[in-house]
């Protein structure tokens, strides 16, 4: 195992892998990567296994220092990263060598990006994965963000550099959901209202959901029987302000999903920043499953090996 | 769901006790059996829910029952979503190899320090604080899903006199094990989170707990009932509870080494 010296934290650096599935009926959160875009291509270009754990990087990032030799990528948002002071471009790997510094610099676009090793970050295992829940205080390291003065493990497994084909962190502020599947508890024309004019994402945004502000959602149900929430579901609250819910949601929720952001937009959500702009556009399902396996093929390009 | 998806109801048959499945999302589908807080609607719901996830479709990675529904979910980078309705249909109406429900009595410790909201439940209620105490602990409930927080047990319904809107301004930090009230629903705070709910009493019983072979002590479809404890036998039960506890833990730790 190499090691990572946690010189500073940074804003928000947790260890995430794809999430911890299948415990929503014991009221579990699913947690994982809020990018599992960026979070697969990082993970690829590491060489490391679909299930590892990677750190989850938001906005500012953390100083690390390298003890021991090993193999990282970094992918996701351009966060400003550099190696001993040279730019370290997101999207691609490299050898590490003991003492080497990692730094951020200023965070040029996106919200997030994601640094991934051969042999993975070690963290707590829980109920199938090592995703840190900050709300439970489990998982990842020690069930919480990282820290000054924490020291990681991580693989020591060495690869070859190489690049990824395409952009890492998927940036659009156009985002496509499908109706429902609360949508008949809502007055005609709320799904207009919602698909009408651009919302900003309040600074109300974290791993659980973005607040949104725009358009007033007319005639919101308030509460109904609590039920599964998907992923990127548009909760609307009774003052007809959406609310778009990820990886750090509850299982299950008492507000009607009005509609649900398509699997693959979901990573350009985790990508907006408190104060960008999106708008909703409604998709068909066909379209949905395009998208997606459009996606799907992309994750699967050849790399580009670096000199 | 006809209106999205022409094949779907067609595709899943008529075999389950289900009223209507909504898309939701491209990875999500959630199978509705009734409408309303009704026992029957939530078995029904809770019977699928045990059903699909024992079959342990590829693909199939989250299987949540609310209080009359089931949402699944899927990875369609693992599983052709247009497989799925037909794999669920294959399933049939057979229920799931059933665990029987229990009962539970949960301790409680009402008022004072583990119950800060008593008073103003009383005062809001109309009621005086052992009459609250009184109704609340009079009747069991049915736990209609976990939830909010892992492990907390959703529970209906609340007798009509007792039932408020939650607080308006929630709590940054709830104490483990508080009994709380809202709405018509009562429950358990199983770790300490943020809440909004009103509370009326603690109890020492351990709810949920990481790492434990059954994390979660109270499931769904179960019945609780409260039980009115004061101070000392609270002590006592906590107090014996983590002799348990670290029994348990060093009986692990035995075994590893």
């Known amino acids: 195992m190499a090691r990572l010296n946690i010189v500073r934290p940074g804003m928000l650096t947790t ?62 948002a351009e966060l400003g990263a550099q190696l001993n002071g040279v730019p370290w471009r997101t999207g691609t790997s490299q050898r590490l060598r003991p003492g080497d510094l990692l730094t951020f610099r200023a965070p040029a676009e996106g919200l997030r990006a994601y640094l991934a090793f051969r042999g993975g970050v070690a963290g707590d295992l829980v109920l199938g994965s090592r995703a840190t829940d900050l709300q439970s205080g489990i998982g990842g390291h020690h069930g919480r963000a990282l820290r000054a003065g924490d020291v990681l493990e991580v693989g020591d497994g060495q690869g ?3 690049a990824a084909p395409v952009p890492t962190a998927i940036l659009r502020e156009s985002l496509r959901v499908l109706p429902g599947p609360r949508d008949d508890l809502f007055p005609e024309g709320a799904l207009r209202q919602l698909t009408s004019a651009p ?35 548009i909760e609307i609250l009774p003052s007809g302000q959406p609310i778009v819910l990820l990886q750090g949601r509850g299982s299950v929720g008492g507000y009607p999903v009005l509609a649900t952001v398509i699997s693959a937009d979901v990573p350009a959500l985790a990508q907006l920043r408190p104060g960008s702009r999106l708008r909703f556009e409604v998709a068909s399902l066909a379209a949905a499953r395009l998208a997606r396996e459009e996606m799907e093929r992309s994750l699967a390009l050849p790399l580009h090996p670096l000199p | 769901m006809t209106r999205r998806d022409g094949g779907l109801e067609t595709a899943i048959g008529s075999g389950h006790a289900f009223t209507r499945v909504l898309q939701a999302g491209d990875e999500g589908l959630l ?111 049915r736990v ?100 348990a506890e670290t029994l348990a833990r060093n009986l692990e730790g035995g075994a590893d080494g």
Not at chain 1, 202 to 222: F, I, K, N, Q
Not at chain 2, 177 to 188: E, H, R
């Open chain 1, 15 to 76: 260890v995430q892998d794809i999430g911890r599935y299948g415990q929503g009926h014991l009221g579990v959160p699913q947690q994982g990567a809020l990018d599992p875009y960026a979070l697969r291509w990082a993970l690829r270009l590491a060489g490391a296994g679909r299930g590892d754990a990677a750190l989850e990087i938001t906005l500012l990032g953390p100083v690390i220092e390298v003890q021991g030799a090993c193999f990282a990528a970094l992918a996701g």
């Open chain 1, 199 to 233: 919302y900003r994402v309040t600074p109300e945004a974290d791993r659980v959901g973005m607040r949104l502000v725009g358009p007033e959602v007319p005639g919101a149900p308030g509460d109904i029987p609590s039920e599964g929430i998907p992923l990127g579901g």
């Open chain 2, 31 to 141: 199978f509705e059996f009734g409408a309303g807080i009704d026992p029957i609607v939530n078995a029904r719901a809770q019977a699928f829910a045990e059903t699909v996830r024992a079959a342990r479709i590829p693909g199939v990675r989250g299987v949540t029952p609310g209080y009359l529904s089931v949402l699944v979910e899927f990875d369609t980078g693992q599983v052709d979503a247009r497989d799925l309705p037909g794999a669920l249909a294959a399933l049939g109406g057979a229920a799931a190899p059933g665990r029987p429900a229990r009962r539970h009595a949960i301790p409680v410790c009402y008022g004072g320090e583990m119950g800060p909201d008593l008073e103003e439940v009383a005062s809001a209620t109309g009621l005086a604080p052992d009459e609250v105490v009184r109704l609340h602990a009079g009747q069991e409930y």
């Open chain 2, 144 to 243: 209609y899903c976990l939830g909010f927080s892992p492990g907390f047990p959703l529970c209906a319904p609340l007798p009509a006199a007792l039932r408020l809107p939650r607080r308006s301004q929630p709590r940054t930090r709830v104490p483990q094990g508080s009994v709380a009230i809202a709405g018509l629903q009562t429950g358990i705070y199983p770790l300490e989170t943020a809440g909004g709910w009103h509370l009326i009493g603690r109890t020492p019983a351990s709810v949920f707990a990481w790492g434990r072979p059954n994390a979660a002590a109270i499931l769904p479809g179960d019945t609780i009932a409260f039980r009115p404890v004061g101070e000392e036998e609270y002590r006592e039960i906590a107090d014996r509870a983590a002799i």
């Open chain 1, 160 to 162: 070859e550099p190489a």
